[in-house]
């Protein structure tokens, strides 16, 4: 008997049913014991990928999921790209919140567009940074196009890498300050979100130097630490 055509007792447990769901699923993947069109053996990974099915690629998943980044900072970051965050604007449409007024400037709405870096207080912890990397943008940028412009900027690797670390820590210290003005009704001043910033960044590229870092970006890297101290 095939291994996906058992069925367990009436009376098993709850663990060995909820396996079971999964080993459904899976079934249709199937031809006897063949996975798929049997030219390669199961594994885990091509399980899983068969189970998500066809997924939409991104192009901003570069940025976001950047090896370099804090890990919370590139889940914050993800939430913010497809504008899941619980902005007012959001919470506003469910009736939960009576106004969508940003709790910032109170002149946009609290929204992800407004907020990555339309906002007058984001946009002067934007100018500080941009400043502190060395980077002329003229203009306000949104989240959406600036992680463009930044990957153009730095053509080398590295670098590319570093500068999305920075954009990802921008977007999640900005929604860290944002929810602290919510609860504290007090908003932080610029210049400790930009300190927040770099002491991060700093902390996690300098293990990024290594013997397979090129003397140019060594240097680029080892000045921004030192602009940052």
């Given amino acids: 008997m095939d291994w996906w ?5 009436a009376s098993a447990s709850w ?7 999964v080993k459904n699923k899976f079934r249709n993947a199937y031809t006897g014991n063949r996975w ?4 390669k053996g199961y594994t885990i990974k091509a399980g899983y990928d068969w189970l998500q099915g066809q997924q939409l690629r991104v192009p901003w998943h570069y940025w976001v999921w950047n ?3 804090i890990p919370k900072h590139s889940f914050i970051a993800w939430l913010a790209m497809l504008e899941r965050l ?6 506003f449409k469910s009736g939960v919140c009576t106004d969508k007024a940003c709790l910032f400037c109170d002149v946009g709405e609290d929204s992800c567009l407004h907020i990555f870096f339309r ?3 984001s946009a002067t912890i934007c100018d500080q940074i941009l400043r502190w990397m060395n980077i002329k943008i003229a203009g306000y940028e949104n989240m959406f196009t600036t992680w463009k412009k930044w990957g153009r900027i730095f053509r080398r690797k590295k670098l590319q890498k570093v500068s999305y670390a920075v954009l990802t820590a921008l977007v999640y210290h900005i929604w860290k300050s944002r929810n602290h003005t919510l609860w504290n009704a007090a908003v932080q001043y610029p210049r400790c979100v930009v300190e927040h910033i770099q002491r991060d960044i ?4 300098k ?15 080892n000045e921004l630490v030192i602009r940052c101290s």
Avoid: F, M
């Fill in 15 to 21: 663990g060995w049913k909820a396996i079971c769901r």
């Fill in 207 to 221: 293990s990024s130097v290594d013997i397979h870092c090129n003397i140019e970006d060594r240097n680029w890297i």
């Fill in 119 to 121: 906002c007058s207080y």
């Fill in 5 to 9: 055509a058992y069925e367990p007792p």
């Fill in 36 to 39: 798929q069109n049997g030219d």
């Fill in 86 to 91: 619980k902005t007012k604007e959001r919470l």
């Fill in 67 to 69: 090896s370099l980044n």
């Fill in 202 to 205: 700093c902390s996690r590229i």
